[in-house]
Structure formats: C-alpha cells, structure tokens
C-alpha cells in the first residue's frame, strides 16, 4: 500500500509540474555552455558579476533557470541546481542575477506532417507568436538546443542556423532541461 501512495504521488507532481509548464505561468531554460563559467550579473546592463556558475556533464551538476525578467540582452534569472540522489550531502541554494540572452537556450520539438506521418517531421517557425501569423516550414528531425531570445505566453521566440541559413522566429514547442526529456 505505501509503495502504491508513493506512485500516486510521484505521478501527481509530474502532471502538476507538466501543467504548470505548460499553463505559460513560469518559463525555463537551459543554462548554456556546460563545462564553462558562465557569468550572472547584478544587473540587466553592468558588468559587475554578482555569481558564476560552472555545470559539470561529468559529475551531471546542472542548474534549472527560472526567467523573472527580460530585457533585449539579458533575462533575469534564479537559479537553482537540480536534485541529486548520488549528492545528498549537496546543499541546495536558488541565486538570482542577470544572465545574456547568448547563454540560454531551449530544445526544438517537431510535430509531424498534416498526416501524422512519422517519417516526415517538420518545424514551423512563425513571424509572429500565433499560428495566424506566417510561417515557415523546416522538414527533418530538429532536436538541437538553440538559443532563446524571448517568450510570449507559451511561445519561445529562438535563434539558430539551418543548413547554413540563420532563422529567427517563434515556435510553440520547445524543452526546457537540460535533459531534453519533454514529452
């Protein structure tokens, strides 16, 4: 009987915590390089660093970013680590400072054609962050971290190259952990 209270619960808090990503309440993103300092600043336009921060894939310590504020070059941000069954001994602090937009990215998600053919994935990239506005289509598999300049309600507007050719636009799916384990 406990262990089945324990799955409830575990399940529970996975379909709260997928509700409240999804609801557009909090938006996350992806600390960016691993294994590299990357600098947090006090404020949306000093170079004072008020933190650094260094994410080890060896050790997997990696850091959620929680955004609070955005300005054209920086997200304010709070930051704290993940939770580390192997560590317990790790004492967890949540830190908060200003970070460029250069060193936050997202995981691209597709969706599959009109005929839900999963040999032919695509991305739609738009203008605008409705699916009234117009669009482009990229055809393949796109599972590539890419690097987020802002967010309007539940879309990501990104940044990334494609076969050589620079895309700016708004997508509607997206992951935000460093393990790119969204559904």
């Not at 300005?71 to 304010?76: G, M, Q």
């Not at 190259?161 to 636009?169: E, T």
Request: aromatic share 12%; charged share 20%; net charge negative.
């Amino acid at each position: 009987p406990m262990k089945s209270i324990k799955k409830i619960l575990v399940f529970i808090l996975m379909v709260l915590s997928h509700i409240n990503t999804i609801s557009g309440q909090e938006k996350w993103i992806v600390i960016l390089p691993v294994n590299q300092e990357v600098h947090l600043y006090e404020d949306a336009v000093s170079h004072t660093i008020k933190h650094t921060i260094f994410q080890d894939s060896v050790f997997e310590i990696y850091f959620d970013a929680k955004i609070l504020t955005s300005t054209p070059l920086r997200f304010e941000i709070e930051v704290s680590s993940t939770i580390l069954p192997c560590f317990p001994d790790v004492e967890i602090t949540t830190i908060r400072g200003w970070i460029d937009k250069i060193n936050c990215g997202i995981f691209l998600r597709n969706i599959y054609s009109p005929n839900n053919n999963p040999n032919r994935p695509i991305l739609n990239i738009y203008s605008e962050p409705t699916t009234d506005s117009h669009y482009i289509t990229l055809t393949g598999y796109y599972n590539q971290l890419v690097n987020v300049l802002d967010y309007s309600g539940d879309w990501a507007k990104v940044i990334f190259y494609d076969k050589g050719k620079l895309i700016i636009g708004w997508i509607e799916r997206y992951c935000s952990n460093i393990y790119n384990s969204c559904t």
